[in-house]
């Protein structure tokens, strides 16, 4: 067993330099590779984060944006509405003018033409009444005239 004890004494003996080299690379890869690799992915893993985190934002953004367009669009389209329907007012309105003023004026002709119609028929009927008057004359005169034309003097026909 002393012989076993030895060679294990030995190899740990002889494997120390090995240990001390494992050692030595352990905290070289330590230094030189793990810490700068571990940097290296959180700055990554930061920046991606922060990527998305700005993506989101913008999209956040980009949403709000169209949103406030999609609500001016809206506003423009009621004014636009609005203006229609105002001109279309002043059109009915404007149309209605002009038929209440075309009314008058055909009222107005209407009475001007019942004013002459009348005065027409008034003269009509002073001519009426003096071609009457005359006719009354002209038929007396004819119906008495040829009686004591013809007659004679003892009235005997």
Known sequence: MDQTLRQVGELLLGSIPTILFMLALWGSYAVLVHKPLTQVLSDRRSKTEGAIERARADIA??????????????????????????R?????????????????????????ARAAIEQEKVAAQERLQADTSNLAAEIVRVVLEPGMASSPAGGAR
């Open 61 to 86: 953004a980009a949403e709000a944006r169209t949103a406030e367009y999609e609500q001016r669009l809206r506003e423009a389209r009621i004014a636009l509405f609005r203006s229609q329907e105002e």
């Open 88 to 112: 279309r007012q002043k059109a009915v309105e404007r149309r209605a003018a002009m038929l209440e003023e075309a009314r008058r004026r055909a009222q107005d002709e209407i009475e001007k």
